[in-house]
């Protein structure tokens, strides 16, 4: 299964009120699936029976999902699970999880059956002068036989694991011995073999903390089937938990409420990556990166121990309202252990923004501007909020102050965002007219226009784009270059995403009698196509620069036509615009 690189953009929308009614055991669970399969029925660009086709695909995707290395189920779990295939439509209808509550069983089961084969293998050391072949695609692989056929490909996978680890010692070692640093201690192959294995036993002991049910909950496994179901209308349609849908806001907006520190987990503790510059935590001054949290308490309240917790769980703990206090238990490097307290407030994450400089061209009086633009960023939920259409004109004024001859515009690895705002951001660069053309399931496409007659910048201007770029990326890069407005560079094609999606809360979506099961989080929904103000699409076949400069991303399997169950290529009408034959002096 291709992997999804895109950070997606959509306008929000809620849907009508659906009103359910459920009596038996798993009321959430019925309720969450009932919303989401009438919103996707409803709402979807395209219509889709729940019917075998649409069931052999919820299935196909789930098993990915399930077991993507195929190294924990057997050929005969496959067989029990594939009875299901063509049923799973009937089973949404009903709002049964027969074929998910069985999946989970089975995998349980074999997960724990593994964590003893792992040991075993990693306890002898490998014999490394034997030739052997190891499949690292797992496309190209069946599930195990038996359980004789599983531990055989866990052999391999480990003793491939082990040798890349070694070859990577052994290269440190040798360059150590070439350099005649005096501080390295030469190792014998055994001892380095040794070591290569421990470190592989360690990482395993680290992801099995992870697949066992407090680090990996029954919620994170139903969202797996969920997205299965959502997955096989459109790879952009997406189920979201309340949780997902509180990171994926403050990616958006580049904001939140908290203590600003960046957190990871190491072997069950919760340690401070980084601490944001200007955050309540820098402001603070006392945790530092390095520092491991034991327990966090609200204010006077009893501390709860983090050790072992997972680390979305601890940081649901520590973020908390603006003018909130957090207390948290640290561990310094030097095991001294302090209580930090810590008032929450507005976080900031710069590298979210855009940003200018100016660039000067040696040996010449040449100077150009550059602004880069991570993302299409928005608010969604302070109409005062930051936008990006709003500092990208803020930076181009302070790039005509400096005088520039020129425009960099940095849309690379732009996975999108606000429609909106891209519509605002062309309207920066041309006197007005439409940006975009977007089709819904129903109706007639219609025009997202710039209906400003100013024009910030008007002179020589370059779009930069790559595979990456996706989306409002492709918007902006293909109305500029409809226009006629900037020279385009950047990688054979941008990553070919058309589409748009709604974010639907699905609190909403249900009536307020069942109160008791929310929050249920939300739905990202494909509704809507979009195209080209020459008619054509970026879906699939994306944008093509007007100047190609190859890169790293030519080799790799990227893009939307890598993905699974992608919505076509199509094309409409031109919509009526007038090139403004812009001269660019490249």
């Known amino acids: 299964m291709k992997r999804n690189f895109l950070k997606y953009f959509f306008p929000i929308v809620l849907l009508g009120i659906f009103a359910f009614t459920f009596y038996s055991s798993g009321k959430r669970e019925k309720v969450l699936l009932q919303a989401l399969s009438q919103s996707l029925q409803a709402g979807h660009f395209e219509s889709h029976d729940l019917d075998k086709v649409m069931s052999g695909k919820v299935y196909d995707l789930y098993l990915e999902r399930l077991d993507y290395g195929k190294r924990y189920l057997l050929k005969d779990d496959i067989k029990q699970l594939e009875k299901f295939r063509f049923v799973l439509g009937d089973e949404i209808k009903q709002t049964k999880y027969d074929f998910y509550d069985l999946s989970v069983e089975i995998l349980r089961n074999r997960t724990k059956e593994t964590e003893s084969i792992y040991k075993e293998i990693l306890a002898e050391p490998f014999d490394f002068t034997k030739n052997e072949e190891f499949e690292t695609d797992p496309e190209k692989l069946d599930f195990p036989k038996n359980e004789k056929d599983r531990y055989e490909r866990w052999r391999k996978l480990l003793k491939y694991q082990a040798m890349l680890k070694l070859d990577r010692l052994l290269d440190i070692q040798e360059t150590a011995i070439k350099d005649k640093d005096t501080s390295y201690k030469v190792l014998e192959f055994s001892e380095l073999e040794e070591k290569a294995r421990n470190d592989v036993m360690s990482d395993y002991e680290d992801l099995y903390r992870r697949l066992y049910s407090y680090r990996m909950t029954d919620k994170d496994r139903l969202s797996e089937y969920l997205n299965a179901f959502t997955g096989s209308f459109d790879p952009h349609s997406e189920y979201m938990p309340p949780r997902d849908k509180e990171n994926f806001d403050i990616r958006m907006s580049g904001q939140l409420e908290g203590i600003g520190a960046t957190l990871t987990e190491q072997k069950g503790y919760v340690k401070v990556a980084q601490i944001v510059p200007g955050s309540p935590s820098w402001k603070q001054g006392k945790l530092k990166a390095n520092d491991i949290i034991l327990k966090v308490a609200q204010g006077d309240s009893t501390p709860v121990s983090v050790v072992d917790m997972r680390l979305d769980d601890a940081v649901q703990l520590i973020r908390g309202k603006k003018g909130t206090e957090v207390r948290l238990t640290v561990k310094k490097p030097d095991n001294s252990i302090i209580v930090i307290p810590i008032i929450r407030d507005i976080v900031v994450i710069e590298e979210t923004y855009a940003k200018s400089a100016v660039l000067q061209v040696d040996g010449s009086s040449k100077r150009y501007g550059y602004i880069y633009l991570p993302s299409f960023y ?22 005509k102050r400096e005088e520039v001859d020129g425009i960099i515009l940095d849309l690379r690895h732009n996975g999108g965002g606000s429609l909106n705002d891209v519509v605002d951001m062309a309207g920066l ?18 025009i997202l226009k710039d209906r400003d007659s100013r024009i910030q910048y008007d002179g020589d201007l370059v779009v930069m784009v790559n595979t990456l770029s996706a989306s409002a990326s492709e918007i902006l890069a293909a109305a500029m270059q409809d226009y006629g407005r900037a020279i385009i560079v950047g990688s054979p094609t941008t990553y ?31 509704t809507q196509k979009f195209y080209r103000i020459n008619g054509g699409a970026t879906q699939l076949k994306g944008v093509v620069p007007d100047i190609i400069l190859p890169d790293v991303y030519g080799a790799m399997d990227i893009g939307e036509k890598e993905l699974t169950n992608v919505m076509a290529w199509d094309e409409i009408a031109p919509a009526d615009h007038q090139n403004g034959h812009f001269l660019l002096k490249i």
């Open 496 to 526: 070919g995403k058309g589409t748009v999606q709604r974010i639907i809360d699905l609190d909403q979506v249900v009536s307020d009698s069942y109160s008791d099961v929310k929050p249920l989080g939300a739905l990202r929904l494909t």
């Open 378 to 399: 928005v608010d969604f939920s302070n109409r005062n909020g930051r936008h990006c259409s709003k500092d990208v004109d803020i930076e181009i004024e302070k790039l």
């Open 429 to 446: 660069f041309i006197k007005n007219g439409p940006i975009v053309q977007v089709k819904s399931r129903l109706g007639e496409p219609y």
